[in-house]
């Protein structure tokens, strides 16, 4: 995610604390805040994508998502 972007999250919190948000600033937050955890999301898939357990006996297996 862009730095401009965060900053903007972070704007918006500030400004959250010290007044209530107008409809726009909600929406942005809101859209922001969504684009932000979905990319965090991608970033902790792709790590445990490349995670490999190693067992008692030396052997390795790939981690298995969850159903």
């Known amino acids: 995610m862009e730095q401009e972007k965060l900053t903007r999250i972070n704007e918006l919190a500030r400004l959250a604390k010290e007044?209530?948000?107008t409809e726009e600033e909600l929406?942005?937050?809101?859209a922001l805040r969504k684009e932000?955890?979905?990319e965090w999301r991608r970033g902790a898939e792709q790590v445990l994508e490349n995670t490999w357990i190693v067992g008692p006996d030396?052997?390795?297996r790939?981690?298995?998502k969850k159903r």
């Not at 929406?27 to 809101?30: I, Q």
């Open 19 to 21: 007044r209530a948000l």
């Open 27 to 30: 929406a942005e937050r809101d």
């Open 36 to 38: 932000y955890i979905a």
């Open 58 to 60: 030396g052997t390795k």
């Open 62 to 64: 790939k981690l298995e």
